[in-house]
């Protein structure tokens, strides 16, 4: 009863308007412009269809015996005006001299048979380099800005092309 009332009862601090859906966005209004900023849940919803991205990750670990199990990381950017899958994932210490495209390949098979999603980028980094916080947990946050001011310790990457996705 209380998340229900949580999830459907929400209503604006200042005035006590609503009872508005709280859908998990994270936003303000600005001269009755709404912003949306970001989420407050790890959620990614690609055309759509909202993806836990812990449930793409143990999918994409297990596509291919070169990779490390709990070191992955999937996020969205955005790219050709649209959200994408990003999915950056740890090489195990052991396994030398990755094909990129190879293993690319593997995971995009995996995420697209088990899940309906294409993904976009897969980026291969060093083991031991994911952001984490200090219990273990891995940072998507982290992770993304990471990507994205080109700051990982990439071993290698596959972008797709920037053609549409097909649909789910």
């Known amino acids: 009863a209380e998340e229900t009332a949580r999830t459907f ?17 994270l936003g303000f209004l600005r001269d009755g412009e ?12 690609l055309r759509g269809v909202n993806h836990y991205p812990q449930d793409i990750e ?29 999915l950056v994932q740890e090489v195990r210490r052991d396994y030398r001299r990755p094909d990129v495209e190879e293993v690319a390949r593997a995971i995009r098979q995996a995420v697209s048979e088990e899940h309906e999603a294409q993904v976009y ?22 992770n993304r800005a990471a990507f994205l001011a080109g700051d990982l310790q990439e071993i ?5 092309a920037e053609a ?3 649909a789910p």
């Open 9 to 25: 009862g929400a209503r604006l601090a200042d005035s006590g308007e609503g009872p508005y859906l709280r859908t998990g966005d």
């Open 121 to 142: 980028g897969v980026v291969l980094i060093r083991s031991g380099s994911l952001a984490r916080t200090s219990s273990g947990k891995v940072q998507r946050r982290a």
């Open 58 to 86: 143990r999918t994409a670990e297990g596509s291919h015996p070169g990779l490390a199990a709990g070191a992955n990381a999937a996020f969205s950017i955005e790219a050709g005006g649209e959200e994408r899958l990003l």
């Open 164 to 166: 549409a996705d097909p």
């Open 34 to 45: 709404l912003f949306v900023c970001g989420r407050l849940k790890d959620l990614i919803i």
């Open 156 to 160: 290698g990457r596959s972008m797709a």
